[in-house]
T-cell receptor, first 114, second 111 residues
Framework: ETGVTQSPTHLIKTRGQQVTLRCSSQ?????VSWYQQALGQGPQFIFQ???????GRGNFPPRFSGLQFPNYSSELNVNALELDDSALYLC?????????????FGPGTRLLVL | ELKVEQNPLFLSMQEGKNYTIYCNYS?????LYWYRQDPGKSLESLFV?????AVKQEGRLMASLDTKARLSTLHITAAVHDLSATYFC???????????FGTGTRLKVLA
């Protein structure tokens, strides 16, 4: 157990809908990253938040957006869902203080878009 | 194009044998990570390698980093069935807060 929790665990949506996924970071961590992992693939970096600001983003369109709250919990929002958005969504929290920065992953939310 | 490639993609080995997984990356990176993922589960952090020549060991796994060659290795010694999983390497791109994961190596250790 890493202390990182995600909700919901599973979700089914239809194309065009919007979804919000939630992540609660490990206590004391100030950084959260979100990843998309399609079946049989490695995780793809979506973005990272540090102290409530986005400071790194992968190759994902603007319909993927996020928030980090003062308590360092986080949300991933995806608008206008497409079939290809079906994947496991992972959040990872870490403490940024220079040097080593180990990410601790949550259990993930499995999203199915029909 | 930024790439992180692992070799091999699939590995089936007998218990007690040794083997090495390779991770090549095409970008300048400050840190290299190794993770383990069991089927249907999340990722577990194994190692963080910070500098050229870094070597870390935990149990039957040993990871090393050569930043000049942009190569990391994960060496498995005397494999046991419990090591069966998918192993990923990942790098963060120098000067950014962006991470790239490798393709993954699916390891199966046969009893």
């Amino acid at each position: 157990e890493t202390g990182v929790t995600q909700s919901p665990t599973h979700l089914i949506k239809t194309r065009g809908q919007q979804v919000t996924l939630r992540c609660s970071s490990q206590s004391g961590h100030n950084t959260v990253s979100w990843y998309q992992q399609a079946l049989g693939q490695g995780p793809q970096f979506i973005f990272q938040y540090y102290r409530e600001e986005e400071n790194g983003r992968g190759n994902f369109p603007p319909r993927f957006s996020g928030l980090q709250f003062p308590n360092y919990s986080s949300e991933l929002n995806v608008n206008a869902l497409e079939l290809d958005d079906s994947a496991l969504y992972l959040c990872a929290s870490s403490f940024r203080a220079g040097g080593q920065e180990t990410q601790y992953f949550g259990p993930g939310t499995r999203l199915l878009v029909l | 194009e930024l790439k992180v490639e692992q070799n091999p993609l699939f590995l089936s080995m007998q218990e007690g044998k040794n083997y090495t997984i390779y991770c090549n990356y095409s970008t300048t990176s400050d840190r290299l990570y190794w993770y383990r993922q069991d089927p249907g589960k999340s990722l577990e952090s194994l190692f963080v390698l910070l500098s050229n020549g870094a070597v870390k060991q935990e149990g039957r796994l040993m990871a090393s980093l050569d930043t000049k060659a942009r190569l990391s290795t994960l060496h498995i010694t005397a494999a046991v069935h419990d090591l069966s999983a998918t192993y990923f390497c990942a790098v963060d791109i120098t000067g950014t807060y962006k991470y790239i994961f490798g393709t993954g190596t699916r390891l199966k250790v046969l009893a």
